[in-house]
């Protein structure tokens, strides 16, 4: 009877446990950078280059960035510098990652919006964000 008990007990530990593990695999055994390249899937792998922008000031939560308008978001170094990542990543820009909004940047969302049958503007928009996986 005891050894009855005590084979239940292990199993209901190891169950507890790998629940445990399940519910805090995201936050403790992964990279909790707010503008790591992501997919639909979670995290990507980062990136083997290090950028100027990688170390500029950022919100350390990501749902923050949905608060921020266009404007706000121009002038944040390293959000700018994660969409340039994001959009060399996927061909569409070929200039250097340093978090400055460009012309070459401009252009660059345009062909994507096109690409993406969206309205052609150029700027930074809400559907551009979700086509870039960005906050």
Not at 6 to 15: A, D, E, H, Q, S
Request: proline share 4%; aromatic share 10%.
């Amino acid at each position: 009877m005891k050894t009855i008990i005590l084979i239940v007990f292990v199993i209901g530990l190891r169950t507890a446990s790998a629940q445990f593990i399940e519910v805090f695999d995201g936050t403790f055994l992964h990279a909790t950078d707010s503008l790591a390249a992501r997919d639909d899937l979670g995290l990507l792998h980062q990136t083997s280059s290090v950028n100027e922008t990688d170390f500029a000031p950022r919100y350390t939560w990501r749902p923050l960035y949905w608060l921020e308008g266009e404007k706000d978001l121009v002038a944040k170094r390293a959000y700018i510098g994660a969409v340039q990542r994001d959009l060399k990543r996927l061909g569409y820009y070929c200039g250097p990652v340093d978090g400055i909004f460009s012309n070459e940047v401009s252009e660059a969302i345009a062909r994507l919006q096109k690409n993406y049958s969206m309205h052609v503007t150029g700027t930074l928009t809400i559907p551009v964000r979700r086509a870039l996986h960005l906050p």
